[in-house]
Every structure is written in structure tokens, then in C-alpha cells.
């Protein structure tokens, strides 16, 4: 698996970059793809609203082609089905990302929890799962929560 994922950073990015912490920024654009998909993942009920959000959100936010985007994602996906909980991911994200980042990245998930219009209780338990793993305060979880629904829903 790590020869598939280095493959493709070569392939399509740059040579990885690190952060002032060493963690290469190909760590972070996999550790994030991880963390969406396995929101998506979270309610058991997976539907085209929620994949084209993670795409979008994964395509804009690594300003990936959607070829790079569909690859990322498979990549993601296998790291996910290899990973034994989510703090591989949420380390890389601490080590990586700074606070605003980190807060950026809760609001993704909450756009994935919100895509398919109804928010399961096991993604919210996710998102703030997650929004605890990376130090994000429980305010900015809520504002994050709120901010999305309102853009998404309307209310």
C-alpha cells in the first residue's frame, strides 16, 4: 500500500513537501480523504450526495483533477480498511495542520454528514470524535455544525 500511495504522489504532485513538523504534505492529503470517507462510511447508508461532496471537497481542497481526485480516493479507502482506528490519521493531522486547518477540516466533515440532508447520530458522534482527537474546541465544533446545516439546509 505504501508503494501505491507513493506512486501516486509521484505521479500527480509535487515531489512531497513537509510541514515545519516533518510531515510531508502527501501524509496530510491521504490523512484527510481518510477522515471524509470514513464519515461517509459512518451511518452505513452511503449515497451519491455524500461521494460527490467528498470529491468536491477533495478535488478543491488539493486542487487535484478529478482523475487525481477518483485515485486519491481509492487510496484513501484502502488506508481506511488497513487502519486500525482514526489516530494515524488525526496524529498526521496534529503534527501537520494548524489550527485553523484543523477547524477547516471539521467543517468538511460536517458538509459530509449534512449532504445527504439528515444527520445520523453516528456521524455526529464521529464528528465530534474527531473534533476532540485534533484539539478542536467544542465551540468551534458547534459553530462548524452550525455554519454548515444553515449553508446546506437552510436552517
Given amino acids: 500500500m505504501v508503494s501505491a500511495v507513493k506512486q501516486f504522489f509521484d505521479k500527480y504532485i509535487k515531489p512531497p513537501s513537509k510541514t515545519a513538523d ?6 496530510l492529503c491521504i490523512a484527510t480523504a481518510a ?3 470514513e464519515m461517509m462510511r459512518a451511518d452505513s447508508d452511503i449515497t451519491e450526495a455524500e461521494r460527490a461532496s467528498i470529491s468536491k471537497t477533495i478535488q478543491s481542497k488539493f486542487a487535484l483533477s478529478k482523475e487525481e481526485t477518483h485515485e486519491l480516493m481509492k ?9 486500525t482506528g482514526y489516530f494515524e490519521f488525526t496524529s498526521l493531522i496534529n503534527k501537520g495542520f494548524s ?5 477547516s477540516v471539521i467543517e468538511h466533515l460536517w458538509e459530509i454528514a449534512f449532504a445527504d440532508a439528515a444527520l445520523d447520530r453516528h456521524e455526529e458522534h464521529m464528528v ?4 476532540g482527537l485534533i484539539h478542536v474546541s467544542h465551540r468551534d465544533f458547534i459553530d462548524s455544525k452550525l455554519r454548515v446545516r444553515k449553508r446546506l439546509l437552510g436552517k
Avoid at 75 to 83: D, G, S, V
Avoid at 128 to 131: A, C, E, L
Fill in 35 to 37: 477522515l471524509l470517507i
Fill in 128 to 131: 465530534r470524535k474527531i473534533s
Fill in 99 to 103: 489550527h485553523e486547518q484543523k477547524k
Fill in 22 to 27: 516533518g510531515v510531508s504534505e502527501h501524509s
Fill in 75 to 83: 487510496l484513501a479507502e484502502e488506508e481506511i480498511r488497513q487502519a
